[in-house]
Structures are given as C-alpha cells and as structure tokens.
C-alpha cells in the first residue's frame, strides 16, 4: 500500500480542509514541534482505511475524531497497491443527542489513469470510479482485500506508530507466525488444502451418482437388442401386409357405400311419389276466393251508396249558409234590444243629472252671493272698529292689555286692567266685527260644500254622457252589421233545418262507416282466401319441385284443384316403375358389404397375430407400432452407449478424487507451511541482523530460536539475550531493523496482494546518539534510493529532517493545524 493523496477536514486538530499530497514523495518526513499533529495525519491514513487509530484504544474513541466543537469529521486518502488505485473515505457526525456515528464509508476502485488532482475541481462520488465498498460493514473485507493486511499488522508492519513500534519484534511467536503468512499469501495453501477436500467430496459424490445411474442401466446386453431388432423387423413386414390389403378393403368398402347409396336414392325417390298427396280441402279453397271477391264488390258498392247520401246531405247543409254566422246574426239582434232598452235608461239618467247639475249651479252661486254681502258686512265692521279705535283710542288699548303686563304708551306695568265702559264704540264695533266674521265663515263653508257637490254632479254627468255616446256606437254597429238582414223569426227556422240535416248526415256518415268497416272485412276475408289459395299453389310447386329430376307433367295454373290431381296420378304411376328395381340393388348391396367384411377380417387377423389390438386405421396402428419398436431399439442403443460413457466418466472422477484426497492430505499436515514460514523467518531474521549489526556498530546480531527473537552481544562474549532485555534506544535499533528487513525483503516474497510499498516510521528517533542516528539516516536513505518503497519518518530531530529531501511541516494555531510542502 502506498499513499498517494490524504484529504482532511474536522478531523482532530485539522479542524479546516487540509491536503497532504504524497505523489512524487519517495522519502519523505512530517516535521513540527511536539504537538502540532504530525501523528495525526498518520492517524488519518489509519482511519480512512480501518475506522480507528492505534491511540483511541478501539472504535470506542471514535468521538476522538472530531475536531473541538465540530459536528463532521471528513477524511479520505488515495493510495495505490498491486497496481490498482483506490480512495477509502470515511465521515463521522455528531447527532443532537451528542452521540458520534460512522455517516458514511467507502472504497471505490479508481479508472486507470485518473488524475488525483482532479479532486479540487469538485467531482461527485460517481465520478472516482467503481464502487468496492458501500457502507462501513463492507469496508473491513473490501480494504483487506485492497490492501492485504487487517488493522494489527498494517499498524505493525506498514503505520508504525508511537508506542507500538516493537510489536512485531515482542509479538508471540504465533502472532508473529500469521503475520506472516498474511504478508507471504501462505493462507493460500490453506485454501488450496480446503478446496482440494471439496474436489475430492466432489469427485466422489459424482462417482456414487454414475453408480447410481449404471445401476438403472441393466436392460443393456446383446440379447435384448437383437430382440428389439427382430421386433422392428417383424413390425416393417407387418406393415408392408396391411398396407398391401387396406385397399382392397377400402375398395369392397367404396362399393357398398355406392350400392347402399343407390339403394337409399331409390328408397328416397319411392318415399318422395309416395307422399305426393293433395292438401286437404283444395277444392274449397278455390270456391271460397270467388265467394269473398262478391262480398268485396257488394261492400263497395253499399259504401260507394251511402258516400253519395253523406254528400248529397253536404251540399244541402251548405246551401243554408254558415251556422255561426247565423248565430252571429241572431246574437246581434239580441244585442241590439238589450242596447236599445239600456240606451233609454241612460239618455233619461242623462237628463236627471243635468238637471241636478243646473240646481247645484244655481245653488252655488247663491252661497257665493251670501258669501260676498258676508265678506262686504265684515269689511264694514272692520272700518267701523277702525274709527271707533280712532275716537276711543285709551279704550281700544285696553282691549289688549292683560293684568301685570306692561303698558305700551307709558311702559309701566298695569297691576289691574279697568274693564272697558259700557256703551264704547269700540265694544260695539268689535262685537259687529265678531258677528260679520262668523258669517263670512259661515258663507264660505256653503260655498265649499255647494262647489263639492256641483263637482260631483258634473262629474256624474259626464260619466253619463260617455256611457250614452259608448251605447249610442254600439247601437250604430249594429244597425250596419243586420243591415240588410234576416229577420230573427227567419234566422231561428234556418237554424233549425241546420240542426235536423246535421242530424241525417251524421246518420249518413254512420252508415258510410259501417259500410266501409264491412268492404274492410270482405277485403280480409279476400286476402285471407287468396293466400290459402296462394299457400295451396306453393305447396304444388314445393311437391312438383322436389319430383323435378323425374319430370313431372305441366299444371293448369287457373285450377289447383285439378293440377294436384294431375300431379298425384302422375307420382302415383311413377313409384310402380320404380319399384321393380329395387330387389337388383338391394342384392348388389350385400354382395359390397360381404366383400369388405371379409377384407377387414383379413386385416383384423394381421393385427391379432401380431399381438395389435383391433384399429379402425391399421396402417396407422401399424406405423405407431413400428415408430415405438424402433425409438425401443434407439433407446436400448442409447442406453448401451449412456452406459460406456458413464463407465468412461466413473473411471476419470475416481482418479480425480485420488488426486485431491492426496493433495489434501499432503497440506493437512502443514510441513509444506511450516517449511516456508521457517524459511521466510530465516531470511527476515538475517536481512534484520546485518542492519542491526549496521546500527549497533557491530554490537548485535539477530537470530530466532523456536518463534523467539535474540540478540548475540559481540561486546559481552557473544552473549544470546532476549529482546526483551534490551534497552529503549536498543530496541527502537532492532524493531527499526525488523521494519526495514519486512519492508526490504517479505514484501519480495508476497504471493498476494498484501504489499509493502511503504513503510513510516513514528518512533523515537530521539533516544539515539549521533553516530547511531547518522546509521538510521543512511539506512532509510539506501532504502529510499531504491525507488520502488515509499519511506516515511515522523521526527522533531533538525539532524535527521534536514537528511530527508521532501518534508511537511506541520503547524498548529489556536484554531487548526496545517501542512506545509517544503524541501525538493
């Protein structure tokens, strides 16, 4: 596996987007002060691909992800391996319950010869390419496939982080052991092992199932299949016999049917004259037309009597005039007496009320005459008061003053008013005035009540004026319209000739209704007749018809009677003839009918010897015989050559499953494994001893007995220690020289897909001297010299960093960490 682009965004102390491109980075080192997250990006390569980091203990520190008050963490990484490139991804969320959940996880098998770059210009999912992996649950089989390594021994032979840096070297020796058969693809003899055993379950259930099969094949011996041979033949000889007499019998068959037809056709032409026989009551049927067509000219001549009577009478009713008219007339003579007689009544109320009116008038100005000698008194006494004023003016003052009101001459108040003196001028002229006032109203309402009442009268008179000159019209109109005139006398006896001709023609029309209702029912009668005597003509020409091919003689067709007689005779004659011939034809018939019963007897005997039941088609029957005896010879061949194939095919899965059964067993005992294992120990365990002997200044070597690590100390005899034993600095030496040698030497010896093209270090490279630091650095340097690993170190050491061409500078504010290119 080797990384090729790291995308991070919320992702613990990279709280903004940050980019970590690894394209053309050989070797290279994450450098920055303690802190600052160059273990992070580490961390992040670990999650893309496994979901956790060696550091949160397990996926229970998956809230460890999220950067300090984020809510989404985001990573993904581009890494190639075997050849093919992918990008992992990985997205956490925070819910509002503050629960921290996987959101989403994928790999995706990218296009050969996609452009990472193209990530900044915003491609959608689809566009990285084929989907390997689509939730988190599929992502564990999918990286380990991908990659080639689960998340132990990648974070134990690829991500060497703090604190685990000497795993692989401490491990037990069976860790240790499937390390690495994970690493060399040993796992693949296992699986030839199991696939071998299966094979061989296989092979050998196919050979019980030919076993199976070569049991039901027991029918198969040379006997039987010359039995069915002679079968076949005897079935094509049978054959040839019935094909050679069906149609002798089909012949003896066709002349009976022709004989039996003759004699039927001669049957049928005897029933035909026989049953010639003359309907019934033809004789009456003539008769009975001849009797209807004289009731139907008796009818319309009784109808043809009674139309002339009904028109007669027409003409004569017409000739008195129209009827209404005449009432018309009559009504207008009525009208005009009673116009008359009323026209009387009003010219004398008429004159009445002139009369009254003229009173009314005369009346009126009467009162108007009062009224003015009234109003003429009251203008005296005014002037009389006027001048009695004038001589008494005190006394005509103190008819207007009132007790306590003030006095208009000499504007003090008057406690008392004196009473006026008896015999003043003034008194009597205001009593006069009083009296001539009261007459003057007096006078006036006359004149009112006389107008009211002239007006009423005029009115009266007037209304009937109008009602005398509307009478006076009418009477006029009706002296023009009986102007020349009927008298009434003579209008009444017109009308009563119109009452009694109407009376005789509605008996007219009554009797020309009758008379038409009986010509309908001679007419009925007529066509009911006719068409008895029409159905008598068709049943002639229906049985004349049917005796056609026997010519039969012409009819009279003006007596039915007499055709059928003729008819009837004629059919009568015809039967004798014919019926001499029958007897010839009844013996041709059974003559045919014995000569092909005895054909079909020889056919039903082929049959029968041939152990075939009876077939109304023989050749048919013998066919389906012949078709069965030679699919039974087919068969049995069939089965004969079935059976050597399966011999043929019993014999191959036996030696197959030999061949697996050995094969598996060879494997079960695991030496072919172990022996490899010992060999790849050997040689990681030598590639690790001359680098440690590099590192420690020849101080160490590195050997293995059993599984266990030790190391051989030149500086004390050669002592054989444990690894265990050995201190900080010498550890980090010799897990440093395992990583290397894994990375230098197994990664040759894979047969699968696990691949060590990188290998980054995160360990303490500050425990160690100079002079071992300067061993490291040009061990790491050789190694990247090779061009075909990627190495990676994580150091806060300027001596080593400064040794490495391409760094990445990690830096970190108080809001988020960045990373910063710098070197080649």
Known sequence: MRPMRLDMAGFTVFRDETTVDFTDADFFALVGPTGAGKSTVLD??????????????????????????????????????????????????RDGRGTVKTANAGLQLMPPGFDISKLDTGLSPEDLGEVVAGTPAEMEEAVLAAVGLPYEQFTSCVVLPQGQFADFLHAKPATRQQILVNLLGLGVYEQVQKRATERAGQAEAKVEAVDRMLAGLTDVD??????????????RELAGSVVAAVPERDRARAAARTAAAALADLDADLAGLAGVRAPDGVTEVARAVTVARSAVEDAAGAVTLAEEREEKLRGELAGLGDESSLRLLLRAYADREKLAVETETVRAAVGAARAEHEAAVAALEA????????????????????????TDQAAALRTHLTDGARCPVCEQTVARVPPVP?????????????AARAATKAAQALVEQRDAAARELERVLVHARARQDQLTSRLSELDGQLAGAATPATLRATLDEHARLRRVMDEAAAAVRAGREAA???????????????????????????????????????????????????????????????????????????????????????LADAGLPH???PVRAVAVATERAEAEQRRLAERREQAAELREQRTEHERRARTARALAGHLRANNFERWLLAEALDLLVEGASRILRDLSQGQYDLVHDKGEFFVVDHHDAGLRRGVRTLSGGETFQASLALALALSEQLAGM?????????????????????????????TLEGLAARGDRMVGVVTHVPALAERIPVRFEVRKDARTARVERTGL
């Open 422 to 434: 008896a015999g003043s001028a003034v008194a009597a002229a205001t009593a006069a005035g009083r």
């Open 44 to 93: 992040a390569i670990c999650f893309a691909l496994y979901g956790t980091v060696p550091r949160w203990g397990g996926a229970r520190g998956l809230a460890n992800a999220l950067a300090p008050s984020a809510t989404e963490a985001r990573v993904r990484l581009v890494f190639e391996s075997a050849g093919d490139r992918y990008v992992a991804t990985r997205v956490i969320r």
């Open 615 to 617: 077939d109304d088609d």
């Open 750 to 778: 894979s047969t699968t897909a696990a691949s060590l093209e990188s290998i980054v270090l995160d360990e303490g490279f500050g425990t160690l001297d100079a002079a071992t630091l300067d061993t490291v650095a040009a």
């Open 367 to 390: 009162a108007r005459e009062t009224a003015a000698r009234a109003e003429a008194d009251l203008e005296a006494a005014f002037r009389a008061h006027e001048e009695a004023k004038a």
């Open 222 to 235: 040379d006997a039987t299949l010359e039995a069915a041979s002679a079968q076949v033949r005897r079935m």
């Open 520 to 606: 309908r029912r001679a007419r009925g009668a007529l066509d009911a007749a006719e068409e008895r005597l029409r159905g008598a003509w068709r049943g002639f020409d229906a049985a004349r018809d049917g005796l056609a091919r026997f010519g039969p003689p012409a009819a009279d067709r003006d007596d039915v009677a007499g055709a059928w007689a003729t008819l009837v005779g004629w059919a009568t004659d015809q039967a004798r003839l014919r019926q001499a011939e029958r007897p010839g034809l009844a013996d041709a018939v059974a003559r045919a009918e014995a000569d092909a019963a005895a054909a079909e007897d020889r056919i039903v005997a082929l």
